[in-house]
C-alpha cells in the first residue's frame, strides 16, 4: 500500500459520484484519485475527469476480458484500491484476485433487494417503485464474482412517498450517495 493510497475509480456514465469522491479528497492528503476507467467512450464522466485534471483510461470489453491491459495499468499506477462508482460490467477474475476486499461498488437500493444483473441506474428506482416499497436507500459493498452480492458494508435509508417518480427517487439516492459514499472510502481506505 502507498503510503497515500491509490484509488482507481471505475464508472460507465454520467459520473457525479465519482465527481464527487474526486472533490471531497482534493487537498486532504488522506488519498488519491489517481485515475478515471471507463469502458464507455460517450460517458459524460470523462468530461468531468478532464474538468477535474485527472487521467482517464478508455478500455473495450474485450480489453477487458480477455487481455490483461487494465490489470497492467492498474499494477503500473500502483493502485491500491478500486471503486466503482455507477460501473455496470463484471470485474474479471484477474483484478478480483489482485486486489482482495479492496475492490468496493455502490448500489442505489437496499441490498440483497433490487440487485442483479441488469439492475442499475433509473431500472432500480423503477422497480423499487412499482413494487410499492416505502424505502429505499444505498448500499456499499465488497465486489466478488457476481452481480451485487459481495459482503455489505454500509446501508443507508430514504423514504418512497406516494407519487415519487424513479426520477424524484433517483435524485434522494444521490444525495444519500454524495453524503456517505466519499465518508465510507475514507474510513475504509484510510482508516
Ligand atoms: C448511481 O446511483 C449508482 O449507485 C448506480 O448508478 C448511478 C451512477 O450515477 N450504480 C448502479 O446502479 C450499479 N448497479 P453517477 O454516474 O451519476 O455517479
Not at 482517464?56 to 499506477?77: A, G, M
Not at 476486499?101 to 423503477?126: F, T, W
Request: with cysteine; glycine share 8%.
Amino acid at each position: 500500500m502507498n503510503p497515500i493510497p491509490r484509488i482507481a475509480v471505475f464508472a460507465s456514465g454520467s459520473g457525479s459520484n465519482a465527481q464527487r469522491i474526486a472533490e471531497y479528497f482534493e487537498g486532504r492528503d488522506l488519498l488519491e484519485i489517481s485515475a478515471i476507467y471507463c469502458n464507455n467512450p460517450d460517458a459524460y464522466v470523462l468530461e468531468r475527469a478532464n474538468m477535474l485534471g485527472i487521467h482517464t483510461v478508455l478500455f473495450t470489453r474485450s480489453d477487458f476480458y480477455q487481455t490483461t491491459s487494465v490489470l497492467d495499468d492498474l499494477n503500473n499506477r500502483e493502485i491500491d484500491w478500486i471503486v466503482l462508482a455507477g460501473f455496470l460490467w463484471l470485474i474479471p477474475d484477474s483484478i478480483l484476485k489482485a486486489y482482495p476486499q479492496r475492490i468496493i461498488n455502490i448500489h442505489p437500493a437496499l441490498l440483497p433487494a433490487y440487485g442483479g444483473k441488469g439492475m442499475y441506474g433509473m431500472k432500480v428506482h423503477e422497480s423499487v417503485i412499482a413494487s410499492g416499497e416505502k424505502q429505499s436507500g444505498i448500499t456499499i459493498h465488497h465486489v466478488n464474482e457476481s452481480y451485487d452480492e459481495g459482503d455489505i458494508i454500509f446501508q443507508a435509508t430514504c423514504q418512497v412517498h406516494p407519487g415519487d417518480t424513479p426520477e424524484m427517487l433517483a435524485a434522494k439516492i444521490h444525495e444519500l450517495e454524495y453524503e456517505y459514499f466519499p465518508v465510507v472510502i475514507g474510513k475504509l481506505v484510510a482508516g
